[in-house]
């Protein structure tokens, strides 16, 4: 069965950095689309970076751009958000989810979510 | 992109509810490839639909996804009080993905 485990989470100050990580298992990692979700305490999701399975085309929230980069480690089977410059809007859980395609134009979006990992930046 | 869905809506236990998902950049198409998940308390959000109206293998035969006047639409049918969740849309446009604002489901 697909997993996906986040881990990385933490209190952090305003201006303070992060990397979040995300184990897969249980399908080709390499063969698929990852992104990272969050949600703010009480709030709605918000996408906010994606990657394609080779890593070389990544794609970013404009809330995010310049200040999180996303990486994979295809050979470990992980995914990663850098966090810089961290603010007190982002607080949230962080959600890695993996996307499908099945080609003739059907995606299958976030098909799969991890339980997510805390980031709570405050002073 | 800001894309609109109901905030609320209440169905009746065996009932049928429409959920829609409107974008502000015009009618919503299958290119916009809609896709629709369910979140429940202090759950990670599940898949439920994909490209406006493919089902995942988990997904129960009641929940069927379409495209109805310019927009995406969720329909529930023969609604159970499981049923009773957070539902949010997701469309996708040129390298940026934007979930609607989400709809609380109450089943009463």
């Known amino acids: 069965e697909v997993q996906l485990v986040e881990s990385g989470g933490g209190l952090l100050q305003p201006g303070g950095s992060l990397r979040l990580s995300c184990a897969a298992s249980?399908?080709?990692?390499?063969?698929?689309?990852m992104s990272w979700v969050r949600q703010a305490p009480g709030k709605g999701l918000e996408w906010v970076s994606a990657i394609s399975g080779s890593g070389d085309n990544t794609y970013y929230a404009d809330s995010v751009k310049g200040r999180f980069t996303i990486s994979r480690d295809n050979s470990k089977n992980t995914l990663y958000l850098q966090m810089n410059s961290l603010r007190a809007e982002d607080t949230a859980i962080y959600y890695c989810?993996?996307?499908?395609?099945?080609?003739?134009?059907?995606?299958?979006?976030?098909?799969?979510w991890g339980q997510g990992t805390l980031v709570t930046v405050s002073s | 992109t800001v894309v609109t869905q109901e905030p609320s809506l209440t169905v009746s236990p065996g009932g049928t509810v429409t959920l829609t998902c409107a974008s502000s950049?015009?009618?919503?198409?299958?290119?916009?490839?809609p896709n629709w998940f369910q979140q429940k308390p202090g759950q990670a959000p599940r898949a439920l639909i994909y490209s406006t109206s493919n089902k995942h293998s988990w997904t129960p035969a009641r929940f069927s996804g379409s495209l109805l006047g310019g927009k995406a639409a969720l329909t529930l049918s023969r609604v159970q009080p499981e049923d009773e969740a957070e539902y949010y849309c997701?469309?996708?446009?040129?390298?940026?993905?934007?979930f609607g604002g989400g709809t609380k489901l109450t089943v009463l």
């Open positions: 989810a993996k996307s499908t395609d099945y080609g003739s134009g059907i995606y299958s979006f976030f098909d799969y």
């Open positions: 997701l469309l996708y446009s040129g390298g940026t993905w934007v």
């Open positions: 249980a399908f080709t990692f390499s063969s698929y689309a």
């Open positions: 950049t015009g009618a919503v198409t299958s290119g916009y490839y």
